[in-house]
């Protein structure tokens, strides 16, 4: 029939043609995740009292269901304690979970570690992790050798991390002469060289001056557009709206929440967020307020004889004059907006979850 167009090879589940020897190639098709956790435990015991026979049990994680895209920057928060640590050493086959499961690029950590160790890497930072008595060249010669990368290579691919990280004129001085800014850049370097598919970062910048921890952040960039899924814990709100395109937060052992920052937004109810100060609120004119057009949350905190109420607003109908109306005999009234920031999100969140 004129016009018609055969069709070769068969319709797939999508209804889109598939050619023998045209299959789809894998960037084209959805990527499974690299990270599934379910139900994920892990618990401590350690032993105190006189003759150490007091057991404490600690519950590090309690339950973490988790999901992470390929290709992204994924970023955990959580106060201090909350299993951040812990987590990041059980994806990265450290430490053993007591219960539950996860998977890192679809291999399950308890009892396929040793084919995931080479597809990874892991920097914890800090002091420990380096031979401080040898150059900075001649520890990623010694962890080259351990990840067994052949000799042939090793040596371009240690010059080729060093001047990733702007390590290069430093490679060949003992590392107790770096700083700890330097130090941290070697950490990072030793867990580039064997070209992982994933790194993991527990707090990559923590004690960097400004222009080092600016420098780290450009890396991990870099090593996302080459196509390095990360997964990073971090205190630093700007770091995590900075470089992360979706964020998890992990309060006392359980994940309170993971979206994108405009999806914890709205979470939390809503982008604006209009600060109220004044002197003597009464009790009905703060109900006022919380019943103000498209408020969703008021937080009261005290300076002083000052009151501050900070409201989340998810419309735009509430405006400056609004709230004047609302609050009359408040001539010292000051109200000011901004948009909602991560750090209040993130407080917010921790604070429910308590
Ligand atoms: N080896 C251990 N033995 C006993 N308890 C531990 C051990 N490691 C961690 N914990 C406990 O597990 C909980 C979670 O610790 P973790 O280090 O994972 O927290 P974190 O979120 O990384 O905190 P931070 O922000 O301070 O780094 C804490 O209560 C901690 O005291
Ligand atoms: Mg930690």
Same mark, same amino acid.
Request: some cysteine; aromatic content about 6%; proline content about 5%.
């Given at each position: ?13 999508? &209804? ?5 020897? +045209?299959?789809?190639?894998? =960037? ?9 956790? #379910? ?17 404490? #049990? ?10 992470? @895209? ?54 914890? &930072? ?43 004129? =430093? ?20 867990? $580039? ?8 970062? @527990? ?13 780290? #952040? ?7 557009? @080459? &196509?390095?899924? $990360? ?12 470089? +992360?395109?979706? $964020? ?22 809503? %982008? ?10 009464? %009790? ?71």
């Amino acid at each position: 029939m004129k016009g018609a167009v055969p069709v070769v090879g068969h319709l797939d589940e999508n &209804g889109y043609v598939r050619l023998p020897g +045209c299959e789809p190639s894998p =960037a084209s098709m959805t990527l499974p995740p690299v990270i599934e956790t #379910r139900g994920l435990t892990r618990v401590f015991e350690s032993r105190k009292g006189m003759l150490f026979n007091e057991v404490v #049990r600690t519950e590090a994680l309690r339950g973490v269901d988790l999901t992470v @895209d390929s290709g992204e920057i994924f970023g955990l928060l959580g106060p201090n304690g909350a299993g951040k640590t812990t987590l990041t050493k059980i994806l990265s086959t450290l430490l053993l979970p007591s219960g539950g499961s996860a998977r890192v690029l679809g291999l399950d950590v308890a009892t396929q570690a040793l084919e995931l160790r080479p597809r990874i890497g892991l920097v914890l &930072g800090g002091e420990r992790g380096l031979y401080n008595r040898v150059s900075g060249r001649e520890n990623l010669r010694y962890f080259g050798d351990l990840y067994g990368i052949p000799l042939q290579d090793r040596d371009r691919r240690i010059d080729a991390v060093l001047n990733r990280v702007g390590l290069t004129d =430093a490679a060949d001085r003992r590392v107790e002469e770096y700083s700890r800014g330097m130090k941290q850049k070697l950490h990072i370097a030793r867990g $580039i060289l064997h070209q992982p598919e994933m790194l993991f970062l @527990d707090e990559p910048t923590i004690g960097l001056d400004p222009k080092s921890a600016r420098e780290t #952040r450009k890396l991990v960039r870099g090593l996302a557009a @080459d &196509g390095v899924s $990360i997964f990073l814990t971090t205190h630093y709100m700007f770091e995590a709206e900075e470089l +992360c395109q979706r $964020i998890a937060v992990l309060s006392r052992g359980r994940l309170v929440a993971r979206d994108t920052v405009a999806g914890l937004r709205r979470l939390v109810g809503g %982008d604006r967020t209009i600060e109220i100060e004044g002197y003597g609120f009464e %009790d009905a004119e703060l109900a006022r307020v919380r019943s103000f057009p498209g408020v969703s949350r008021v937080v009261s905190e005290e300076f002083g004889p000052r009151l501050r109420l900070t409201l989340r607003v998810r419309t735009a109908e509430l405006t400056e004059p609004h709230i004047r109306e609302g609050l009359p005999g408040h001539s010292e009234l000051t109200v000011r907006e901004r948009v909602t920031a991560l750090e209040d999100i993130y407080l917010d969140l921790v604070e429910e979850a308590a």
